[in-house]
T-cell receptor, first 111, second 113 residues
Framework: GEDVEQSLFLSVREGDSSVINCTYT??????LYWYKQEPGAGLQLLTY?????DMKQDQRLTVLLNKKDKHLSLRIADTQTGDSAIYFC???????????FGPGTSLSVIP | NAGVTQTPKFQVLKTGQSMTLQCAQD?????MSWYRQDPGMGLRLIHY???????DQGEVPNGYNVSRSTTEDFPLRLLSAAPSQTSVYFC????????????FGPGTRLTVT
């Protein structure tokens, strides 16, 4: 079945770049997402990428997609303490009805 | 717009009790879904609905019932709560089945003792 994997923890210093990695198994995924969850809150869509794209940039965020290796990454430039949160990678099936989430990566930003 | 709202925010149940988690959206979205979030496991889909009167099972439907009598509301019912249902529950909606962005509610933290 479908599976999305992420490392569970990442710690970076304020001002450095953060790179959060994700691997997925469904080669027919149409959309791949990054969500952010702050403590006690719901999930907020950060960015998404279509499966026919290699890269998407949105201000401090860069998403890279390697379809051959089924690898997705999220780079946050100039990481700030406000970026501390859990980041979820998710893939959307071609049939649209399911979004499969990874376990989430907890990003800690050290001042 | 209030977006997606969920009530209650917190709930403690005893094993065997029943309750309904409420979810409502005011964006006229056709698609609504329920997820549970457990540590280290991400979000898992419980049930979803593609429109009023239509529901279907997700990845972990056992122990939960849903109905969709209106476009706005999508309640999740626990008929006989079990400790394994201790979790954080999120409701989500999107305009239609193919829409790329999904909007999440703030969550309900449920503890079953």
């Amino acid at each position: 079945g479908e599976d999305v994997e992420q490392s569970l923890f990442l710690s970076v210093r304020e001002g450095d770049s953060s790179v959060i990695n994700c691997t997925y198994t469904d080669s027919s995924s149409t959309y791949l997402y990054w969500y952010k969850q702050e403590p006690g809150a719901g999930l907020q869509l950060l960015t998404y990428i279509f499966s026919n794209m290699d890269m998407k940039q949105d201000q401090r965020l860069t998403v890279l997609l390697n379809k051959k290796d089924k690898h997705l990454s999220l780079r946050i430039a100039d990481t700030q303490t406000g970026d501390s949160a859990i980041y979820f990678c998710a893939e959307r099936e071609t049939s649209y009805d399911k979004v499969i989430f990874g376990p989430g990566t907890s990003l800690s930003v050290i001042p | 717009n209030a977006g997606v709202t969920q009530t209650p925010k917190f709930q403690v149940l005893k094993t065997g009790q029943s309750m309904t988690l409420q979810c409502a959206q005011d964006m006229n979205h056709e698609y609504m879904s329920w997820y549970r979030q457990d540590p280290g496991m991400g979000l898992r889909l419980i049930h979803y609905s593609v429109g009023a009167g239509i529901t279907d099972q997700g990845e972990v439907p056992n122990g939960y019932n849903v109905s969709r009598s209106t476009t706005e509301d999508f309640p999740l019912r626990l008929l006989s709560a079990a400790p394994s249902q201790t979790s954080v529950y999120f409701c989500a909606s999107r305009p239609g089945l193919a829409a790329y962005e999904q909007y999440f509610g703030p969550g309900t933290r449920l503890t079953v003792t």
